[in-house]
């Protein structure tokens, strides 16, 4: 079984509490809890994962690179939250990984303020989706199933 790995970038440990008008009420561990029923559904084991320090996010898609190659990944899902609008660092791990990556945004960023409308990530990634809330989560579960 392959492994669908779900990661979460800076602020998303304050789901449920941090502007709940943008990005609802259910906190990560609810996040959590509905990536392993959507994992489950398509055939996947669950690997989800939370940091606020950008390093760590590329130390986890280069490691990401060695498990695909190695046939054990499905792919990443990344709601890399600010960094996505920062990070050139993010961009060149998953260029020169190779993984295949669906960014993720819970809220339509670009209906937001203008600094969220450029991605550093979307260039790299397979596919992007943005503002269907939490639910964005499942629905990048199943279409990463539909890229196997």
């Known amino acids: ?27 990560l561990a609810d996040v959590e809890s509905l990536c392993e029923r959507a994992c489950a559904a398509n055939g996947f084991a669950l690997d989800f994962r939370q940091t606020n320090h950008e390093g760590t996010l590329v130390d986890w898609l280069h490691e990401a690179g060695r498990l695909q ?15 996505t609008h920062t990070s050139v660092a993010l961009h060149d ?4 990984t190779g993984i295949m990556l669906i960014e993720l945004h819970i ?8 600094i969220r409308h450029h991605s550093y990530i979307s260039p790299a990634a397979k596919a992007v989706m943005a503002g269907f809330g939490v639910n964005g989560y499942a629905l990048a579960i199943a279409g990463l199933a539909g890229m196997q």
Not at 69 to 83: Q, S
Not at 93 to 96: H, N
Request: charged share 10%; net charge positive.
């Open 1 to 27: 079984m392959k492994t669908a790995l779900i990661l979460n970038g800076p602020n998303l440990n304050l789901l449920g509490t941090r502007e709940p008008q943008v990005y609802g009420s259910q906190t």
């Open 69 to 83: 190659a190695a046939g054990t990944l499905a792919g990443v899902i990344l709601n890399a939250g600010a960094y």
């Open 107 to 114: 809220s339509n960023v670009h209906a937001r303020e203008a």
């Open 93 to 96: 791990a998953i260029k020169g």
